[in-house]
């Protein structure tokens, strides 16, 4: 067994495990960290405990949170991997400082006409969404830049 240093912000200890077989574990996906690489959470210094709080995190984090729109609204970055029912002719704002990666669907449940909009670029067929239960996936693939997908 070796003793692995366990550092972080809020101070450091040790982990007693054999090294060799956690760093393979963590490499062959094992443990399903996610965003990280080993050599990212494995060091020489030991592991980054911040790095693995944060995985961890993202993992426990992965159930779809579901809400309503009942107005104009703009997205917000707790609104990622949500799946969202509106409800009237709304406005829907795409902002310019959400992160690669944000992702949410929104579900028209009356057939009233949702608009997307953005300062950005929206890449899509039209920007209208007007079919009962129909849906859109809006997906940030670049600052400043969405894709909308589906019922457009």
């Known amino acids: 067994m070796t003793k692995i240093n366990l550092t972080s912000t ?15 574990a963590l490499q062959s996906g094992t443990y399903n960290l996610y965003s990280i690489t080993a050599d ?20 426990a984090n992965k159930l779809l949170s579901v809400g309503s729109i009942t107005g104009a609204y703009t997205l917000a970055s707790s609104d990622s991997s949500s799946y969202m029912r509106n409800v009237g002719a709304n406005t829907i704002t795409l902002p310019v400082n959400l992160s690669t990666g944000f992702n949410v669907t929104v579900q028209n449940t009356d057939g009233s006409t949702i608009t ?37």
């Open 40 to 59: 990212a959470l494995i060091t020489s210094a030991g592991i980054n405990v911040d790095t693995l709080a944060t995985s961890v995190g993202l993992k």
């Open 10 to 24: 809020s101070g450091s200890g040790f982990l007693e495990t054999d090294y060799n077989q956690l760093k393979g």
């Open 116 to 152: 997307w909009a953005s300062d950005g670029t929206i890449n899509a067929k039209n920007t209208a969404q007007s079919t009962q239960w129909g849906a859109v996936t809006a997906i940030c693939t670049a600052a400043s830049t969405w894709d909308l997908i589906g019922d457009l």
